[in-house]
T-cell receptor, first 116, second 115 residues
């Protein structure tokens, strides 16, 4: 058990809909990362939050957004969903901070999103 | 372009045989290097990491990896593979470019173990 909790585990929704994925980081971790894993793109970094503030952006679509709340849990919002958004979405957490060695991340079990 | 390459998509190894999974990166400086393993339906588990110092690092489950700066490689090895090692293995780099402390992953190598 990594200590990172993601809900829900599975989600099936229709095209055009909006969903919210939730992540609780490990106790004490300030950074939360979101990744998308798909067969064609592999594991791609989407976005990072550190202590409530956006820290870095990867290949995140404009239809996607995220936030980190004062209790450090994070939500990833996916809107206007398309078939191609079907993927496994991982949340990871790390201690964070300015030291790049704080890249050691612990991953949740993922949320499998199926868009039909 | 900055990238992490795992040349082998799929490898099959006999149980008890040795294993080497290849990873190459293309960054100007030495990044922080990681190997993760993903079992079916599971999240990613960290096997080992390299930040600096000794270029041979030991990880969990009997895995080790060697950083070779001249070859921009960070290959994962195990002397004797067990059936439970069948999984997908990802090499990753961190602390590079605009991704900051986020990880950039290779495409992964699927390991099958035959009896």
């Amino acid at each position: 058990d990594s200590g990172v909790t993601q809900t829900p585990k599975h989600l099936i929704t229709a095209t055009g809909q909006r969903v919210t994925l939730r992540c609780s980081p490990r106790s004490g971790d300030l950074s939360v990362y979101w990744y998308q894993q798909s067969l064609d793109q592999g594991l791609q970094f989407l976005i990072q939050y550190y202590n409530g503030e956006e820290r870095a952006k990867g290949n995140i679509l404009e239809r996607f957004s995220a936030q980190q709340f004062p209790d450090l849990h994070s939500e990833l919002n996916l809107s206007s969903l398309e078939l191609g958004d079907s993927a496994l979405y991982f949340c990871a957490s790390s201690v964070g901070g300015g030291d790049p060695r704080n890249t050691e991340a612990f991953f949740g079990q993922g949320t499998r999103l199926t868009v039909v | 372009a900055q990238s992490v390459t795992q040349p082998d998509i799929h490898i099959t190894v006999s149980e008890g045989a040795s294993l080497e999974l290849r990873c190459n990166y293309s960054y100007g400086a030495t990044p922080y290097l990681f190997w993760y393993v993903q079992s079916p339906g599971q999240g990613l588990q960290l096997l080992l990491k390299y930040f600096s110092g000794d270029t041979l690092v030991q990880g969990i489950k009997g895995f080790e990896a060697e950083f070779k700066r001249s070859q921009s490689s960070f290959n994962l090895r195990k002397p004797s593979v067990h059936w439970s090692d069948a999984a997908e293995y990802f090499c990753a780099v961190g602390g590079v470019g605009q991704a900051g402390t986020a990880l950039i992953f290779g495409k992964g190598t699927t390991l099958s173990v035959s009896s």
